[in-house]
């Protein structure tokens, strides 16, 4: 079964911007998912999952993928 997250599902314009921020600005730009944010190279769940939003920083908190939902 194929399914779409409903709200914004991407943030490119958040890359290069310190992890807090770009994980609050998920958030309040759509609230129905939580913004983890990981440390690049870290295990992370693959699967797809509307409620959640990967927030992948460098050693320096720096945003260094586009976070998307999933």
Known sequence: M???CK???SWPELVGVEG???AETI???NPIVSAHILLE???AFLDKY???V???VDTNSV???VPTIG
């Open 54 to 56: 990967y927030v992948w």
């Open 41 to 43: 190279g870290s295990n």
């Open 63 to 65: 945003v260094v993928e």
């Open 2 to 4: 194929d399914f779409e």
């Open 50 to 52: 509307c409620g959640r």
């Open 7 to 9: 709200g914004k599902s």
């Open 20 to 22: 807090r921020v770009a």
């Open 27 to 29: 958030e309040r730009e």
